[in-house]
């Protein structure tokens, strides 16, 4: 079975400071793994993903996301936030004996203030 | 590029009645999703299709019907509409195999009164 666990549904952070959203999965193969981002009243657009290639991924916007196997994390950090980041982020992952199934954490909800 | 498109974008029904949600897709992808996005519960696999002419049932099926026609469309179907189907459905899209990611749709907020 797979699942994901995103840590803390709701961030905030102010302009300018460090953005980390955390991610935990549970895999009994090795996973793929996958960070969405949401804006308001729209679908949801990949930023990165992990694929086995490097253990550092950098995707779209200044994010990039680590996996470390030991920690059965992959965290999503931005070294500096900017005020166009806020939305909700979701993490997911593929490791299941059928290679159809993507599940999805809960999403963190990203606030960034001025 | 259209992607995934999905129709209607807005909805309101009445308890009991009945609609279709369209999503049609331009990639080629073998695999499509219906999930539906409540407040506080993430995404949840409502049912998929691994090709042309097969669906299953995935983690929160009930009340919704799906088929599978033609390969660039997914139909969702509501026979009779509950306002516990009060939500944003999000049709997506992807290729076979494990490291491919899927692409989404704009989402139909549908609500029943």
């Known amino acids: 079975a797979q699942s994901v666990t995103q840590l803390g549904s709701h961030v905030s952070v102010s302009e300018g400071a460090l953005v980390l959203l955390r991610c935990n999965y549970s895999s009994s193969v090795p996973p793929y793994l996958f960070w969405y981002v949401q804006y308001p009243n729209q679908g949801l657009q990949l930023l990165l993903k992990y694929t086995s290639a490097a253990t550092l991924v950098k995707g779209i916007n200044g994010f990039e996301a680590e996996f470390k196997k030991s920690e059965t994390s992959f965290h999503l950090t931005k070294p500096s936030a900017h005020m166009s980041d806020a939305a909700e982020y979701f993490c997911?992952?593929?490791?299941?004996?059928?290679?159809?199934?993507?599940?999805f954490g809960k999403g963190t909800l990203l606030t960034v203030n001025p | 590029n259209a992607g995934v498109t999905q129709t209607p974008k807005f909805r309101v029904l009445k308890t009991g009645q009945s609609m279709t949600l369209l999503c049609a897709q331009d990639?080629?992808?073998?695999?499509m999703y219906w999930y539906r996005q409540d407040p506080g519960m993430g995404l949840r696999l409502i049912h998929y299709?691994?090709?042309?002419?097969?669906?299953a049932k995935g983690e929160v099926p009930d009340g919704y019907n799906v088929s599978r026609l033609k390969k660039q469309n997914f139909l969702l179907g509501l026979e009779s509409a509950a306002p516990s189907q009060t939500s944003v459905y999000f049709c997506a899209s992807r290729y076979t195999g494990r490291n491919t990611e899927a692409f989404f749709g704009q989402g139909t907020r549908l609500t029943v009164v």
């Open positions: 997911a992952v593929n490791s299941g004996g059928s290679n159809y199934k993507l599940t």
């Open positions: 299709s691994v090709g042309e002419g097969t669906t």
């Open positions: 990639m080629n992808h073998e695999y």
